[in-house]
């Protein structure tokens, strides 16, 4: 039984993995021809799928490598609040994700300092700390599009929104220590991966795959 559930987890994982690549390389195709915004976005898949590939190297020789959470974590904090600073228009909103980004660096500086031992661990403050802001910025952005005539962004931005906002809470739980509870748990998370690939894929297919889409996305911030 313990196989199977094995094939099955693995088999959705490397799905995800696949679509994550395809998906790499379908915006890195388009990387010249839109927003800074999209190539943000095109520069945090790469950088998503360079963890990806590290992590499995070292997981299939069997080096520890849970380290890497934080710069994935770190990582995604970052480019995510770049890619919805340059979405965004309003000075306030824009003042306020750097502010917020200063301070999320600064607190995690200052953790790993008084706590150097929790490098190599899991660290829940540093996956809270790092994705309420973006589930905040996603949030706003949603709210902003319903209305809007421009939908550039809304699939892969909804697909992003769900997939942090329930892997957040599906990390924060992680701690339990009921084997199956767990299990589901990490079930939860691959298969909201896959839906968030998925609909970043979307995104590109609706939005950005015709090149007459050229003229208007240039129109962007």
């Known amino acids: 039984m ?14 995800g993995k696949l679509v994550l690549l395809i998906n790499v390389i379908l915006y890195l195709k388009s990387l010249r021809k839109f927003s800074k915004a999209f190539k943000t976005f095109t520069y945090y898949l790469l950088f998503i799928l360079i963890i990806q590939i590290t992590t499995g190297y070292l997981r299939w020789h069997k080096i520890p490598n849970i380290h890497y959470s934080h710069y994935y974590f770190v990582g995604q904090f970052l480019f995510l609040s770049l890619f919805y600073l340059q979405l965004e228009s309003k000075k306030v909103f824009k003042k306020s994700i750097k502010i917020i980004a200063l301070l999320v660096l600064l607190l995690l500086g200052i953790f790993y300092i008084k706590n150097p031992n929790t490098y190599f661990k899991f660290n829940i403050f540093e996956i809270v700390i790092t994705s309420v802001p973006l589930i905040v910025y996603s949030f ?28 957040t809470l599906i990390f924060v739980a992680g701690n339990v220590p009921n084997s199956t509870i767990k299990m589901f748990i990490w079930y939860s998370n691959i298969i909201l991966y896959l839906i968030y690939q998925i609909l970043v894929f979307i995104e590109w297919y609706i939005n950005f795959r015709k090149p007459k889409l050229l003229t208007s996305e240039k129109k962007q911030v």
């Open 140 to 167: 706003y952005f949603f709210i902003k599009k319903i209305d809007s005539k421009d939908k550039k962004f809304i699939y892969l931005n909804s697909g992003f929104f769900i997939y942090l906002s329930c892997s």
């Open 2 to 15: 313990e196989d199977k559930n094995f094939f099955v987890y693995s088999t959705i994982s490397n799905i």
